[in-house]
């Protein structure tokens, strides 16, 4: 299996309560989901890809390599900061520096540029002076490496990379254990629905055991538990 990289800390307890109630093992691979598709279309094998976007998934679909697709969670990004003020205040401040994920190779990045794209209609010339100041820090070929259990967005703060990181909402449970940053919620009717699609490329009875189990109820609340917002939000 491989996964996007955000979805690691839901992951791994899931797939480990999967493998007891089914005996059935699990190898998980993690990393930005843009690049993931590439090894699967270079022809790496790969039973079951979870990706952070629909993008990748249908593309699959659509290439033959897919036989199906299922939307299995949802998320919205946030702000952490070590600095005070409001998410706009903040993110309008030119000499605060705004670290975001990779576009092209990881969603998070295409996520945070679609968010730009509508502060540009909400405030003119902003989300375009935001694309030029957005620093892609992770999530690309050659960006930082984060520290094994380091959290991206914590470590780059307290390492001084960025004033401001923009990213996925879910991991404010994960932060809550760091008591100086602040995470800064965007205003709903701005923020961006970011939709966690399956793509099936074995129909082995193993793998659509899993697919069930990720959509079933008890495997939901291994996501939601991580901060995931319910696969039933957004209906």
Known sequence: MLAAGSLRLALTPLLNHFTQLTGIEVAAQYG???????????????????????EHPQHLLTAGKATETHTFTWNQLVLTTLKSGEWLDLLAD??????????????????????????????????????????PLVGGRDTLSI????????????????????????????LARHTDIRCVAIAPEHNIQCEYQL???ENSAEVMALVEFILSPDGQRFLTSAGFLPLTSQS
Do not use: M
Not at 104 to 121: M, N, R, V
Not at 152 to 168: C, E, M, P, R, T
């Open 94 to 135: 030119p000499t605060l520096r705004i670290g975001t994920s990779t576009p092209g190779c990881d969603p998070s990045g295409d996520y945070t540029w679609a968010l730009f794209d509508k502060l540009e209609l909400l405030q003119p010339g902003l989300g375009q002076q935001l694309r030029q100041r957005a620093i």
């Open 147 to 174: 520290p094994p259990g380091e959290l991206a967005s914590a470590w780059i703060l307290h390492q001084g990379f960025a004033d401001v990181f923009i990213g996925y909402a879910h991991y404010g449970k994960a």
């Open 32 to 54: 930005p989901a843009g690049l993931l598709r590439e090894r699967i279309e270079a022809g790496e094998p790969c039973a079951l890809f979870a990706s952070a976007n629909r």
């Open 199 to 201: 793509a099936v490329l």
